[in-house]
C-alpha cells in the first residue's frame, strides 16, 4: 500500500513512503493472490432445449462447476496460511489492535457504508484526530519525533490492512473448503452454489455484494441442516461442521450464525417430543435462549427480509411476512418454530430485539469478549456482520446508544432499516393472525406479551393491525395507556367508550359519551338519544364499580353528573316523540318553522322551546304533559288546563252531536275550558248526517287508552302533580254518568288502577266526590255498586301470580298491607252501615259485599 501526500493522515508539506518490508509484503502477498483472485469460484450453465424425434422438445437441467476442488483451495490457502501466521508473530503491534484507536481495542473498523459491488469491504482506518486538530498551524514544522510517531502510524496501518486481506481469503477458502466436504455427506442438504455464479475471488472477499451472497448462502445451509428433529449421526455430523464453520470461518460465519444453527436445531428436536413433556420443555427453552442471544447478532437486513431489493409498491404484513417466510428468514424460521412450541412469548422478545438492531446502536465492550472463538483477535469480532452504523459509534462510552436512521441502507442491498424493521413487526402480526382464528387462549397469551413491550413504534403498529383486521374486542382488552392515547386519536367516539367499559373505566366512558351526546356537531337525534342512554348507563354502573376509587369524582358530583344526564335523556325521548309527531302529520303545518324543524333532527333543543314552540302549538297534549312532569311543574290550573284539553281532544275530535240537554250541558262544561264548545252540537230530532253521535260511545275506548299510558308514563315516578287523580276521576265519572248505559258503575275505578295508581288511592278519591251528607238511595247504590265492583276487580288481580316463583302479586300485597293498618276494614264497614240503613234494595248488594269479605279474607290470610 503506497500512501502519498493525499493521504489525510499526511500533514500538508510533507510526504510518506511505506518501507521496503511494507512493500515486500505486498508483492507477496500480490504473487500469492493472482492465480485466484480474477477467478470465478462457480459457474452455472444454463441447461439446452434438446429436441428429440418423437416427443416435445425438452430443457437439460442447469450444471453447477465448481472450479477449484479441495486440494487446488488446499494448495493456495497454505502459504496464505503460512503468510497470516508469519504476519501475527512478527507484526504483533499491527496486528493484536486496530492501528490510532488509542487503546480502545474492542472498537474495530467496519465495512463501507457505499454500495456498489466494487466497493471495498475494509474502509480506510480512523485515525484519532489529534494531528489535524492540534491547533498547529499546517505551515509549521514537526519535530523528527513527531514525524516518525506518524510514520509509524501509517506503516503500521497498511499491515493491518495486509493482514485483513489475506485473513479473509483464507477463511474464504475455508469456507469453500468446509462446503466441498458437507456435499460429499450423505443426509445433508444441497448447497446452492448457484449464489455464487459468476463472482471473482475478489469480488467475495472485497464486495459487499459478493458478502451478502456467502451470508445468504450460509443462511439457507444452516436452516435446512437444522431442520433435522432426529439426533443421527448425520446431526452429529452438522453439529461438527457448524463448530469448523465457526471456528475457522468466523468472519464468514458468526456468532449470530452459530446461535441460529443451535437455536433452529433444538427447537426443531423440542417438536419431536410429546406435547408437555419435560424433553419437550427444557428443549425449548434451549432454543429460545439460543435464538435469542442469535438475534442480538443479526444486523442484515437483506437477511431479515429475504430479499435484496425492495419490491414495487407497499407490501401488506402478510406478504411481508410470507415473503420472509419463503425464502428462509433465520427470524421467520425462528418464530415459527416457536409458535409451535407454544412460546409466544419469545417470539415477541426475539422479533423486537431483531427490531432494535435496526433502530439503535449499542456499545457494549464486555459482549464481544464473550463471543470470540479461539485464535479470534478482539477487534475481529463480529467484524462485517454489524450493523452498517456501527463503526459511528466507534468512540462511544460503553453501554450508550444512539438512533439510526430509518432509511440506511444495509450491506449494498436496497432493503433498508425500515424494511426490516416492518418484516419483525409483521411475523408478529402474521402468527397472531393465526392464533386469533385457531387458538383463542395463546392468542391472548400473545397479545400481553405485546402489550408489555416498551417500543412506542410496535404498540402503534399493533394497535392498527388489530384495528384493521377486524380484531377490534382484543384491542379493547389491552389495560395501558399507550392503547388509550391511541384510541383518543382515532377521533371515534364508540372506541373509546367502548375501551373504557371494558376496561371497567366507568366514569371516564360516562364522560365520553356525554360530550359525544351533547357534541355542537350535526348528529341525529337518534344517535343522540343512544349516546345518552350509554352515558346513563356508565354513570349507573359507575356508583357500584370498584373502580370508581381511581377517579377523583367525589360521591356527590356523581350523583349530580347522572341527575343530568338522566334529565337531558329525557327531554332528548320527549324530543324524539315531539319529531316523530310531526313526521306523522298529513301535511306540514304552515305556522311551525322548517328551520327549527332542521334543529329539532340533529340538535337537542331545550324543552321550553319543545313545549312552548312544538309540542303546546301543534298540539302534543300529551308531550306537554311528560314536559311538565319532566320539569316538576307544579302549578295545578296549568295542569288541569292541559288535560282538559286532552280529553276534549278525544271526545270532539270533530263536531259531535248529542240528542239529549243534559248531555249536552255536561259535554260543553268540559268543552268551554278548552275553547271547543262549538263542536258539541244538540239536534233532538236530528238524522243521520254522517257526524258522530256522542252517545254511542267511539270515544271511550281511546280517552281510556290515553289515561292508562299516560299514567304508566309519569305517575308513581315523582311529581304526581301532574297526573292529578282526582281531577281525572272527576272527569272520567262526569263522561261515565253522560251515558251509564256504555260503561259499568266501576269502570272510572278500573281505568285509573291500570293507569297505575294505588286501589287504596282511588277508593279515597271515589270517595271525595260523593256530596257531605246523606246520600240519596239512587246515589248510594250506585256508589256501592261502582266500589264493589272495584273491589272484585282488585281480588281478580290480587290472585294473579308475581313475577317471581312464589311471591303475591303487587295487587295482593296491597291487600294484606291496606287489611293489616285497618284502612280498608274501615271502609267495607262503613260502607256496610250505610247499605244496612237502607231497606230492601239494597238486599242484592249487601249479598255481593258479603262475598266480597269473604274473598278478601282467604286471600289475606294465603
Known amino acids: 500500500v503506497t500512501t502519498n501526500a493525499t493521504d489525510s493522515c499526511v500533514p500538508k508539506g510533507y510526504s510518506f513512503r511505506a518501507s521496503h518490508l511494507s512493500d515486500g509484503l505486498s508483492f507477496l502477498v500480490s504473487r ?196 433435522s428433529t432426529t439426533d443421527s449421526p448425520m446431526t452429529a455430523q452438522a453439529d461438527q461442521l457448524a463448530t469448523e464453520l465457526a471456528r475457522q470461518c468466523y468472519l464468514f460465519f458468526p456468532s449470530s450464525s452459530r446461535f441460529t444453527y443451535e437455536g433452529l436445531r433444538r427447537a426443531n428436536l423440542a417438536l419431536s417430543h410429546t406435547l408437555g413433556s419435560s424433553q419437550r420443555r427444557d428443549l425449548g427453552a434451549e432454543a429460545a435462549s439460543s435464538l435469542i442471544e442469535a438475534a442480538r447478532h443479526w444486523h442484515s437486513a437483506s437477511l431479515i427480509t429475504g430479499r435484496l431489493v425492495r419490491g414495487n409498491g407497499k407490501e401488506t404484513y402478510f406478504e411481508t411476512a410470507c415473503r420472509a417466510i419463503e425464502y428462509n428468514s433465520p427470524l421467520a424460521r425462528a418464530t415459527t418454530l416457536l409458535v409451535d412450541l407454544e412460546d409466544v412469548g419469545n417470539v415477541v422478545e426475539i422479533c423486537q430485539i431483531t427490531s432494535m438492531n435496526f433502530r439503535t446502536v449499542k456499545v457494549a465492550g464486555g459482549l464481544r469478549d464473550t ?81 408489555a413491550v416498551q417500543d412506542k413504534l410496535f404498540l402503534t403498529r399493533l394497535f392498527i393491525f388489530l384495528l384493521e383486521s377486524s380484531n377490534i374486542d382484543t384491542l379493547l382488552r389491552i389495560d395501558s395507556s399507550e392503547a388509550e392515547s391511541f384510541l383518543k386519536k382515532q377521533n371515534n367516539a364508540d372506541l373509546i367508550c367502548r375501551y373504557y367499559s371494558v376496561q371497567g373505566k366507568h366514569l371516564e366512558g360516562g364522560r365520553v359519551a356525554y360530550e359525544r351526546a351533547c357534541s355542537p356537531q350535526s348528529i341525529p337525534l337518534g344517535q343522540r338519544i343512544e349516546w345518552l342512554t350509554r352515558a346513563q348507563t356508565c354513570f349507573r354502573t359507575a356508583q357500584k364499580s370498584q373502580r370508581r376509587s381511581i377517579s377523583s369524582m367525589p360521591d356527590e358530583d356523581l350523583q349530580k353528573t347522572e341527575a343530568e344526564v338522566n334529565d337531558t335523556l329525557r327531554v332528548a325521548t320527549i324530543q324524539h316523540r315531539v319529531l316523530e309527531n310531526i313526521q306523522a302529520l298529513p301535511e306540514f303545518p304552515e305556522y311551525l318553522d322548517a328551520a327549527k324543524i332542521a334543529e329539532l333532527k340533529t340538535t337537542l333543543v331545550d324543552v321550553n322551546s319543545l313545549f312552548h314552540e312544538f309540542a303546546a302549538k301543534i298540539p302534543l297534549y300529551d ?65 243521520d248526517n254522517g257526524k258522530p253521535i256522542f252517545e254511542d260511545g267511539n270515544w271511550i275506548v281511546p280517552i281510556r287508552e290515553r289515561i292508562i299510558k299516560l299514567g304508566k308514563e309519569i305517575y308513581g315516578t315523582g311529581a304526581d302533580y301532574t297526573f292529578p287523580v282526582n281531577y281525572i276521576m272527576e272527569l272520567l265519572e262526569t263522561l261515565r254518568n253522560a251515558v251509564p248505559a256504555s260503561m259499568s258503575p266501576g269502570w272510572s275505578l278500573i281505568t285509573l288502577v291500570d293507569a297505575g295508581v294505588p286501589f287504596m288511592t282511588l277508593l279515597g278519591a271515589f270517595d271525595n266526590l260523593q256530596p257531605h251528607g246523606i246520600l240519596e238511595p239512587r246515589q248510594a247504590l250506585s256508589h256501592a255498586s261502582a266500589t264493589i265492583e272495584f273491589f272484585g276487580y282488585w281480588i281478580d288481580k290480587s290472585r294473579e301470580s308475581g313475577q317471581g316463583a312464589g311471591q303475591h302479586s303487587a295487587a295482593q300485597n296491597e291487600l294484606s298491607r291496606s287489611m293489616s293498618n285497618g284502612d280498608l276494614m274501615h271502609k267495607l264497614n262503613a260502607m256496610r252501615s250505610r247499605l244496612e240503613q237502607m231497606e230492601g234494595s239494597a238486599v242484592l248488594v249487601l249479598d255481593q259485599l258479603n262475598r266480597i269479605e269473604v274473598a278478601i279474607a282467604s286471600l289475606v290470610t294465603m
Open 623 to 687: 308531550i306537554c304533559l311528560a314536559i311538565l312532569h319532566n320539569c316538576r311543574f307544579d302549578k295545578a290550573e296549568v295542569v288541569r288546563d292541559v288535560w282538559n284539553r286532552l280529553f276534549c281532544e278525544v271526545i270532539l275530535p270533530s263536531e259531535t252531536i248529542t240528542r239529549d240537554k243534559d248531555v249536552f250541558h255536561m259535554v260543553q262544561n268540559i268543552a268551554s275550558g278548552a275553547d271547543v264548545a262549538d263542536r258539541i252540537l244538540l239536534l233532538p230530532d236530528a238524522v
Open 32 to 227: 500469492l493472490l493472482r492465480p485466484i483472485w480474477h477467478k470465478p469460484l462457480v459457474v452455472v450453465t444454463e441447461g439446452r432445449s434438446v429436441q428429440e424425434r418423437w416427443e416435445s422438445s425438452k430443457t437439460t437441467p442447469a450444471k453447477v462447476e465448481i472450479l477449484m476442488d479441495t486440494a487446488t483451495l488446499e494448495e493456495v490457502r497454505a502459504p496464505l496460511q503460512s503468510l497470516l501466521t508469519v504476519m501475527k508473530n512478527t507484526f504483533a503491534r499491527a496486528v493484536d489492535a486496530v492501528p490510532g484507536t488509542l487503546g480502545q481495542q474492542y472498537l474495530s473498523m467496519d465495512i463501507d457504508s457505499g454500495i456498489g459491488q466494487d466497493q471495498p469491504v475494509t474502509q480506510a482506518l480512523q485515525y484519532h484526530s489529534q494531528f489535524r486538530s492540534s491547533g498547529v498551524d499546517s505551515t509549521s514544522q514537526l519535530t523528527n519525533k513527531e514525524c516518525d510517531n506518524i510514520a509509524h502510524l501509517l506503516e503500521e496501518r497498511n499491515v493491518h490492512s495486509m493482514f485483513r486481506l489475506v485473513s479473509r481469503v483464507v477463511q474464504l477458502l475455508n469456507l469453500l473448503s468446509l462446503l466441498l466436504k458437507a456435499e460429499g455427506v450423505s443426509g445433508l442438504p444441497q448447497v446452492d452454489w448457484g449464489l455464487l455464479h459468476g463472482n471473482y475471488v475478489s469480488q467475495l472477499v472485497q464486495s459487499i455484494e459478493g458478502h451478502d451472497r456467502l451470508e445468504t448462502l450460509l443462511n439457507e445451509f444452516v436452516v435446512a441442516t437444522a431442520s
Open 371 to 451: 463471543i470470540r472463538q479461539d485464535g479470534m483477535l478482539r477487534w475481529e469480532s463480529e467484524l462485517y456482520h454489524k450493523h452498517a452504523a456501527w463503526r459511528n459509534a466507534d468512540g462511544q462510552t460503553n453501554g450508550s446508544s444512539q438512533q439510526l436512521p430509518s432509511n440506511e441502507l444495509s450491506y449494498g442491498s436496497s432493503v433498508t432499516s425500515n424494511d426490516a424493521i416492518d418484516t419483525c413487526y409483521s411475523l408478529i402480526f402474521y402468527h397472531l393472525e393465526n392464533l386469533l382464528h385457531n387458538n383463542r387462549p395463546l392468542a391472548d397469551s400473545m397479545v400481553s406479551a405485546c402489550a
